[in-house]
């Protein structure tokens, strides 16, 4: 079992800021590519972005182009989210995930991020 450790998540008004991290054991970290999904109520599970194990790629939903960040610290192994420009409609429960292969997935715990207008 694959422990991913979440933080950051709270209550923001519009235009506001917030950060999410996510730890994961180093030799997670360090093979795999990982991600965020959020979940708002009544709605499906989604991808938001993600990240290669070597930080040169990066790739975003399309609503959150411009507005979140993905990033690594390999230091700390932590991935990062950094969202600004929040909006209302980005209220959501947030998931790290990484695959470690075609049939095994894990994910956090989920961390809470609401937008207030």
């Known amino acids: 079992q694959v422990q991913l450790v979440e933080s950051g998540g709270g209550l923001v008004q519009s235009g506001g800021s917030l950060r999410l991290s996510c730890t994961a054991p180093?030799?997670?970290?360090?093979?795999?590519?990982m991600g965020w999904f959020r979940q708002a109520p009544g709605k499906e599970r989604e991808f938001v972005a993600g990240?290669?194990?070597?930080?040169?790629?990066?790739y975003y939903t399309d609503s959150v182009k411009g507005r979140f960040t993905i990033s690594r610290d390999d230091a700390k192994n932590t991935v990062s989210l950094q969202m600004n420009s929040l909006k209302p409609e980005d209220t959501a429960i947030y998931y790290c995930h990484v695959v470690t292969s075609a049939w095994t997935q894990f994910w956090g715990q989920g961390t809470q991020v609401t937008v207030s207008s």
């Open positions: 990240i290669g194990y070597t930080s040169s790629s990066a």
């Open positions: 180093e030799h997670i970290f360090n093979r795999y590519a």
